[in-house]
């Protein structure tokens, strides 16, 4: 499978708790983005990266967020203390390079209790 | 009112009728994507496009850059065609910045 990996696909947890979630793009995708989908809402970008360069967080609702893309490939977004207003579905693109077309995971769907 | 906003919301047709959904935007491009979000919640990009049309088997995507318009064609439309259609666009103000807005989508369905 050469697709964009998300995991995992499904996450409930009490809230307060920190959460990470992680996306493995297609090999050789130098841009990766992170985006949320609310139920009902659409969606929403979250963070940009673009090979070695600083990362978009202009997205990112707050400073629980955070995320980081270790050696240009796996990223990882994590959210702490979480809150109710942060359930959703949050999904990877990933492309190859920033003006090409994205291909998105089958995304997390997570659940604050 | 949204940046990108698309017409309608909600369309239910008959199998093999022609589809056009709209999507208007506000403000300077450099890219216009349509996106496809099928009931399972998978997203594929269907077209990328900053002038012009493209045609990719039955789907065809046009856009208007001076009208800041574009619209998505469906030819000969099939059950399976049923999904949200998504569009989205790339601020030309945030050049070097990937980020997209998104509009609310059209929810299709086909009936057979």
């Known amino acids: 499978g050469a697709g964009v990996s998300q995991s995992p696909s499904n996450k409930v947890t009490e809230k307060g708790k920190d959460v990470e979630l992680r996306c493995d793009p297609i090999?050789?995708?130098?841009?990766l983005y992170w985006y949320r989908q609310s139920l009902g809402q659409g969606l929403e970008f979250l963070i940009y990266?673009?090979?070695?360069?600083?990362?978009?967080k202009s997205g990112l609702p707050s400073d629980r967020f955070s995320a980081e893309r270790t050696g240009g490939s796996v990223s990882t977004l994590t959210i702490q203390r979480t809150q109710q207003e942060d359930s959703a579905v949050y999904l990877c693109?990933?492309?190859?390079?920033?003006?090409?077309?994205?291909?998105f995971g089958d995304g997390t769907r997570l659940s604050i209790l | 009112k949204n940046e990108v906003e698309q017409s309608p919301q909600n369309l239910t047709a008959q199998e093999g009728e022609f589809i056009t959904i709209n999507c208007s935007y506000s403000?300077?491009?450099?890219?216009l994507h349509w996106l496809q979000q099928h009931p399972g919640g998978g997203i594929v990009s269907l077209f990328m496009?900053?002038?012009g049309k493209k045609k990719h088997g039955r789907l065809i995507a046009t856009i208007n850059i001076q009208e800041k318009h574009s619209s998505l064609h469906i030819t000969a439309s099939h059950p399976r065609d049923s999904a949200v259609y998504i569009c989205?666009?790339?601020?030309?103000?945030?050049?070097?910045?990937?980020?997209?807005?998104f509009g609310t989508g059209t929810r299709l369905t086909i009936i057979p």
């Open positions: 693109a990933s492309s190859r390079t920033g003006d090409q077309p994205q291909h």
């Open positions: 496009l900053s002038s």
């Open positions: 403000v300077g491009i450099s890219a």
């Open positions: 990266f673009q090979g070695n360069s600083a990362p978009d």
């Open positions: 090999s050789g995708h130098t841009a």
């Open positions: 989205a666009v790339r601020d030309y103000s945030n050049f070097g910045n990937e980020k997209l807005t």
